[in-house]
């Protein structure tokens, strides 16, 4: 398409039009550059678009899960509930796409296929499924952390004659499951909301656990009018305070105050533990400060946890199916629920322990188990997402010497701050691996990240220099410390699998993702490498 001036390229191509995309479009827009937004969906709104399985909501308080770019914006928009359910945020994210006039330079139902360096041109070439092919000068990939959803290889699963849903990418109309035998495949965060909202339409709800999560009450409500005003006249310290925090957040789960533990579990009796579960239940978890730094303090939590569940569960057969075990507490992402506990005292929900024997096929009409056949009428496979690399490597993106990014990546990803590849030149992931990404407030690092990319390219324009591009010292040294700080975590104990690490995925390679010094931290190191003109880049 020709531009204005007559050009047929843009200066930055975004990929997804989500949380990252729409404001990638804003910040970019507002510096004069030309910018064109590709999305696969229909429709704005990212994992907020394809996420809309019951239940589905957000796990940070709706707040601080926003943009802070605009003081109107913060004002002007009334969240209803203190952690928001899937339809606010998205019909927030449409509003900011219609209020910013961001539509205009959005395509939709548009999927990236590849995208190419061209060494003589300096310029990326972006070829879309249906074979238009677009020029620009960089590449900004806001195409999101949790966006390639997991199927899991099980024999037969093409066989099953009933509905099959997957929770990412949930079908736009409403689907009504009054009368069915529904059975839902994975006991993750989406797993753990959408089964308490199933089991209340479902005639029968089979849930097939492979590894039970530990998970707590959200303690979610409707956001009382006197806090909002308060969080909105206070919008400036808070997000001040966000940006040197370590994950993006200042308020807890149920929009408290994070406070900071402060007790040694180790340092507690069996009564001590047992008075601070009859106090305050799960929350007693978060007065201890060893738990992610020592196994045995950890072991100690974990077994708290199980009490708890214990106290809430009615059958001591299916608490004990539901108790985690084998795996220490933090290891996985936290996942926080609404009745999900209490929904296994129900008649019509059946918990299968994949532990205790396998699915060993999907069939026409059912899941064979090693204990047994269960007969449904809808599948759902709440079994997650390739993450963090997974969409990236869906599209065939090639840097200098043609040089895939599959293949440089082949043993894990690999990335200078998260943000650029070694012989990738001017193409940026938001969010990417080795970034605080997936472990903060997804908004707070989002923002960090374009506000970045937007400084560089100024930087760029401005000293009349074509490409950045990454040395691979940097990015060596980069993951290096990366992976140092991780060390000696419960993220990367051994007996560890999660999703941060790849083992969700068969074959993926074993590399903790995400950086874990926290988003103040981080966002000083890239101001830093900025200030001191880009080092770890050659600049071209
Ligand atoms: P998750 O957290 O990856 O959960 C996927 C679930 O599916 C988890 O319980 C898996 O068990 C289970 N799973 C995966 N493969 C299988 C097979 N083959 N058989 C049985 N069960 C399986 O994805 P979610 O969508 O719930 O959440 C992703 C993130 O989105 C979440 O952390 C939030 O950040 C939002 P496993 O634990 O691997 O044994």
Redesign the pocket.
Known sequence: MAQEDGSDAYDVIVVGAGFGGLYALYKLREQGLRVRVLEAGAGVGGTWYWNRYPGARC?VPSVEYSYSFSRELEQEWNWTEVMAGQPEILSYLNHVADRFDLRRDIQLETRVAQARFDEADCCWFVLTTSGEELKARFCVMATGC?SAP?T?D?PGKADFAGAVYH??AWPHEDVDFTGLRVGV???????VQAIPVLAQSAAQLTV????P?YTVPAGNRPLADADRDRAKAAYEIIRARERESYAGIIFGFGGHALVLPTERILETSPEQRRAALDEDAFGALRRYSDIQSDPRANELACEMYREMLRRIVDDPDVAERLSPRGYPLGC??P?IDTDYLPTFNRENVTLVD?RRGE?ERITPSGVQTAQGYFGLDVLIW????DAMTGTLLRIDVRGRRNLGLDRAWAEGPRSYLGLQTHGFPNFFTLTGPMSPS?LSNMVVSIEQHVDWIAGCIRYLDEHELATIEATAEAEAAWIEHVQKLAQGTMWVSPSC?S?YLGT?IPGKPRVFMPYVGGVGTYRKHCDRVAAQGYEGFVLG
């Open positions: 796990d949790l997991n899991p099980i929770t990412g495949v994975g006991t993750g965060s989406s797993g097939f656990q492979r590894t999560n996985k992402r996942v994949l699915i709440a079994t997650g997402f997936v699998n999703w969700n």
